[in-house]
């Protein structure tokens, strides 16, 4: 039986994806708008177990651009305003992240689960052991516990299973209110998320730039640059508890 759900001014507990289109405006590309990132990269070169088997030195080549234009990267206005969603809300607030940049956290929010893993860790291919990546990762760099030379960004690629996976899904069995902001709805399983939120009860809201490929899944939507929607909807929901 679905436990009773919180609408309105009660509603307790909000789960909101984000995707790249939220970083967008500080500065760090999108994968599949015009000139993302995957028209530049082969997916199979740079984001798959097998490209990094074929060619690691290029595969560290990409991650460490992208981990030295992420550490220069500010959160913008729909960071920090999810960081004070975070902070002022009665209820729970969780945000799961297919970013690997670290710009909710650097906004102040606490409350992060990066499922796509992140930019500014480094796992060893050999122990699995997880520590800082060095801001240039490179064939030489060196695991601190076992001392093998296979370190890899702890990043998930293609074909790999995202993090926190069991923990994402009871938040979404828990949520009351679903959002999912600046993501395309290409890339499962979080492209699923809504479906599932919504099936055990939640409410449903898009905030994106334009209409995503999943966009009628949702049951409210709302279009336009991140750093100007989602400042208003946090500004509604801690006012009137409008999604
Ligand atoms: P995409 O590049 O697929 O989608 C970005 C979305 O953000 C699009 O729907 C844009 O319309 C929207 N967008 C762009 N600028 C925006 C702005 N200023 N404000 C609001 N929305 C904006 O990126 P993701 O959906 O995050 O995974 O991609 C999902 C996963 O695919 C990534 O985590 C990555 C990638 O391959 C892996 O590498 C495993």
Not at 43 to 57: C, K, L, Q, S, Y
Not at 112 to 121: A, C, D, I, N
Not at 205 to 212: A, H
Request: charge should be negative; include cysteine; charged fraction near 20%.
């Amino acid at each position: 039986m679905n436990k009773p759900r919180h609408k309105g001014p009660d509603m307790r507990k909000i789960v909101i994806l984000t995707g790249a289109g939220i970083s967008a405006e500080s500065g760090l590309g999108t994968f599949r708008d015009e000139g993302g990132l995957w028209s530049q990269h082969r997916i199979e070169d740079v984001a798959t177990p097998e490209g990094f088997a074929r060619d690691p030195e290029l595969v560290h080549r990409f991650y460490s651009a992208r981990r030295q234009q992420a550490a220069e990267a500010q959160p913008n206005a729909a960071h920090l305003a999810l960081a004070q969603l975070e902070q002022r809300w009665a209820g729970e607030v969780v945000i799961v992240t297919q970013n690997v940049d670290g710009l909710h956290e650097a906004a102040g929010a606490h409350n992060v689960l990066h499922m796509h893993g992140t930019l500014g860790g480094a796992l060893c291919a050999a122990c699995a052991h997880q520590w800082q990546a060095p801001m240039e990762m490179t064939l030489e760099t060196t695991c601190p516990a076992c001392g093998a030379q296979q370190a890899r960004p702890d990043v998930v690629w293609f074909g790999e299973i995202p993090y926190h996976m069991e923990e994402i899904i009871s938040h979404l069995e828990e949520a009351d209110l679903f959002a999912s902001i600046g993501t395309s709805g290409q890339v499962y399983p979080a492209a699923s998320f809504v479906q599932e939120a919504a099936a055990n009860g939640a409410d449903t809201v898009e905030l994106n730039l334009e209409p995503s490929e999943i966009s009628r899944a949702f049951g409210v939507r709302h279009f336009g640059p991140a750093t100007e929607i989602v400042p208003k909807w946090v500004e509604g929901l801690l006012t009137g508890g409008n999604a």
